[in-house]
């Protein structure tokens, strides 16, 4: 058995965990207790491949997780929630106070007072795994603990854990929907962090998301509950490799030895199927064919980028049937047998990462909100040092 532990990192790496677990608990048959929902006959009781993502502790199950943010709004949510004894309270990590959605806090000052604590759980956890396989760590790109925070626990995961796959799922600054100021300052530092400490990173945006919950799945006021589903029932496709019985089980490292041909092109694209709403399913064919087409439609990507302007270096498209998708009780998408997530490697990505370079070199050449920084214990070589680094990223996709 490989065991896989998630670090959820944030406000959004922690609300889109919860709606992971949520999905991962109706597809394993585990009640929001943590034990076995003995009566539930769908389920295959004698599956042990869950126990990737899940510890057997006797009586129970437990997720192998940490929450962590570095204040306590989320995760009190968490904590006195429907699913609040399923998880073990030291992995639940809070801080006093949040980074104001400044990498320098999450990473030098804040995080600093936090990293020793986080890193000691993650050893506690990792001691009782037979055969750690990897990290999966959900975040943002543009929040304060999502960015900088994440940044500095990478760095000492990457040392620690030298032989083990480092993945992530992160939500992209979308093009036109941005709620922070410093969105541009904190994406292009973690990334270029994440350059050097991760191995394939499977992002996502808000506006993306946005749209296929309004267009694709009539939701006339879509929030962010609606969001995490969506993004939860993605990656729910992309780990079921790992989470069920099958002849072609999943590890981690294989996303990175499939879809990375040069080690810092390491973002796929991510794309589901079927995107559609309860009221539109029993009028509309889901066969293979058309999973496979819509798979390739830029409505049903999770990246606003247009992919006939890129060219793909590699693909893997993920179909799933023989362990049928589960879902969440009044959720927005439609009950399905069968689906399919494609993740790929392909140089119309590019456009996002100069959208991003584009804001950030609008807000340094003003010098804007960079005392923040530099009074959090950075330097001002350092925004040069990741725009460079970044400048290189654009370029190596053409």
């Known amino acids: 058995m490989k065991e896989i532990i998630c670090l959820h990192v944030g406000q959004a790496g922690c609300q889109i965990g919860h709606a992971c677990w949520e999905l991962f608990c109706l597809e394993h048959g585990i009640q929001p207790d943590g034990t076995l929902a003995m009566n539930n006959c769908s389920i295959n009781q004698s599956d042990q491949s869950m126990l990737t993502f899940f510890e057997d502790i006797g009586y129970k ?6 929450y962590i943010d570095l204040e306590t709004t989320v995760l009190d949510e968490v904590r006195t929630g429907a699913y609040r004894e399923l998880f073990h309270p030291d992995r639940i990590i809070s801080g006093k106070e949040d980074a104001a959605s400044n990498y ?3 990473y030098f000052t804040i995080g600093k007072e936090l990293i020793s604590h986080v890193l000691d759980q993650v050893r506690r956890i990792a001691n009782r795994c037979q055969s750690l396989q990897g990290f999966v760590i959900f975040h943002s790109f543009g929040g304060g603990t999502g960015s900088g925070f994440t940044s500095l626990l990478m760095e000492n995961l990457k040392v620690d854990y030298t032989k083990t796959a480092h993945l992530e799922f992160a939500v992209f600054p979308s093009p036109k929907l941005s709620t ?18 991760a191995d394939c990173v499977f992002i996502v945006d808000n506006e993306a998301s946005w749209d296929i919950c309004t267009n694709l799945l009539d939701i006339k006021k879509a929030n962010f509950v609606n969001i995490n589903r969506l993004i939860s029932q993605v990656i729910s496709n992309i780990t079921a490799g790992s989470r069920f019985q099958d002849g072609n ?3 981690l490292i294989e996303f990175h030895t499939n879809l990375v041909p040069f080690p810092r092109i390491h973002f ?13 399913a029993y009028h509309e064919q889901n066969d ?9 439609h830029k409505n049903n990507q999770m990246v606003k980028v247009e992919p006939s302007t890129g060219k793909y270096m590699s693909i893997a498209v993920i179909y799933r049937a023989t362990s049928p998708p589960m879902f969440v009780p009044g959720g ?20 996002a990462w100069a959208r991003i370079n584009l804001k950030f070199d609008l807000m340094y050449s003003k010098r804007a909100f ?18 460079d680094n970044l400048a290189a990223l654009e370029q190596g996709f053409y």
């Open 370 to 387: 960079v005392h923040w920084y530099i009074n959090e214990g950075m330097e001002e070589n350092d925004f040069s040092e990741a725009r």
């Open 180 to 197: 922070i100021i410093t969105e541009p300052y904190n994406t292009i530092l973690n990334t270029h962090c994440g350059l050097e400490f």
């Open 288 to 296: 293979t064919q058309t999973l496979t087409r819509d798979l390739f």
């Open 61 to 66: 199950y437990t997720p192998r997780m940490l």
């Open 332 to 351: 927005d998408l439609a009950p399905s047998q069968h689906s399919a997530v494609a993740l790929a490697n392909s140089t119309a990505l590019v456009d």
């Open 249 to 251: 089980a999943t590890d």
């Open 104 to 106: 320098a806090r999450g």
């Open 268 to 280: 796929p694209l991510v794309s589901y199927s079927p995107m559609r709403s309860i009221e539109k």
